[in-house]
């Protein structure tokens, strides 16, 4: 996006979010579209799908046993490149350079083998061969895998995914083609409402939590208790009392707002009375105290327990990086 800044050129854009696009364009006639929202899956996976004669795109660019080689997903040893110097680096590193910390895994043998046997073949002296070999055949290889995905959508529904914004409006096409029928505008006052309520369904859940945080928390702790984040559907406090859990207790006995059923079964406060039961409070941290805590947004917090526990959520960042002793830790909340 910053060298695109630098054309004199109209860019507009469809955003998720301030750092994702869905699609943006250059001018009337360039137009990017991000394949990921058509196939949500890893590019070799996608590859390995593929036919040998679905490569039309490699085959046009490598034939014979050099074709052979590039048609899987290559292996690359991303974290020893952390230095543009490295690209002088003469021979394939060793397998343990391919190490994955975010996976905690290395590479397969079969794989470190292949990678090796790309390096002979196509004679390669340097890491910088390496990369550009790997790079083109990344780009070429998910260019056949999108263009066998047009195919195989302009042979069945006549439609062409280039010229949708992601998988869930050429699925609705793809149905109003298939099926021929053509969807009713809904004028029955009582449709409408039965649709209209389902959708306000999470906006009436705010009553429950406001009646909750004013009518519960406020009534019992007043101004010794402090809200620290909200989420769709939960509240995180900060509460100053004795023994929260006695509190909770005697409110439960008053008020029946509370499922326990996470609870270890041997705590005095175990009961599984409410379990799954819609409208009641569930203590995420399973009645251990939580010492630690930041919350940033919505779908964005981590928080540690007393008993070394603790959870988080990221959304948008793959799980993978938020499981224990993995990638995102509190601090780097």
């Known amino acids: 996006m910053q060298e695109i800044g630098k054309f004199k050129m109209d860019v507009n854009v469809i955003p998720n979010n301030m750092e994702k696009y869905i699609s943006f364009?250059?001018?009337?006639?360039?137009?990017?579209?991000?394949?990921?929202?058509?196939?949500?899956?890893?590019?070799?996976?996608?590859?390995?799908n593929l036919l040998p004669e679905d490569f039309k795109i490699v085959g046009e660019r490598w034939k014979?046993?050099?074709?052979?080689?590039?048609?899987?997903k290559g292996v690359f040893p991303y974290e020893f490149l952390d230095d543009i110097s490295k690209l002088d680096t003469e021979g394939l590193p060793s397998k343990d350079k391919f190490y994955s910390s975010l996976y905690e895994s290395e590479v397969k043998e079969e794989d470190y083998q292949r990678a090796q046997k790309v390096w002979d073949h196509f004679g390669m002296k340097t890491m910088r061969d390496y990369h550009d070999l790997y790079l083109e055949t990344d780009v070429l290889l998910l260019a056949d895998v999108f263009e066998n995905f047009r195919r195989t959508c302009l042979e069945n529904y006549k439609l062409d995914p280039a010229h949708y914004m992601s998988a869930?409006?050429?699925s609705w096409d793809a149905f109003l083609k298939q099926s021929g029928e053509e969807i009713e505008l809904v004028s029955d006052m009582d449709m409408f409402q039965f649709f209209e309520k389902g959708m306000s369904i999470l906006d009436l859940s705010k009553t429950l939590m406001y009646d909750f945080h004013y009518n519960t928390i406020k009534k019992e702790y007043g101004n010794r208790s402090r809200l620290l984040f909200t989420d769709t559907d939960s509240l995180m406090y900060e509460l100053?009392?004795?023994?929260?859990?006695?509190?909770?207790?005697?409110?439960?006995?008053?008020?029946?707002?509370?499922?326990?059923?996470?609870?270890?079964k041997d705590s005095p406060y175990y009961s599984d009375h409410n379990k799954k039961v819609i409208g009641k409070f569930k203590n995420e941290a399973e009645g251990v105290p939580i010492i630690e805590f930041v919350g940033l947004r919505a779908k964005m917090y981590s928080y540690v327990k007393e008993n070394g526990g603790g959870g988080m959520t990221a959304k948008g960042v793959k799980k993978s990086n938020t499981k224990k002793g993995r990638g995102v830790v509190l601090t780097g909340y």
């Open 64 to 72: 014979g046993e050099d074709f052979n080689l590039v048609t899987q």
């Open 240 to 264: 100053r009392t004795n023994n929260v859990y006695e509190d909770f207790k005697r409110i439960g006995e008053r008020q029946d707002c509370w499922d326990n059923s996470d609870y270890p």
């Open 168 to 170: 869930p409006s050429l």
């Open 25 to 48: 364009s250059l001018g009337k006639n360039l137009v990017f579209i991000d394949s990921i929202q058509f196939m949500a899956s890893s590019l070799e996976a996608l590859v390995s």
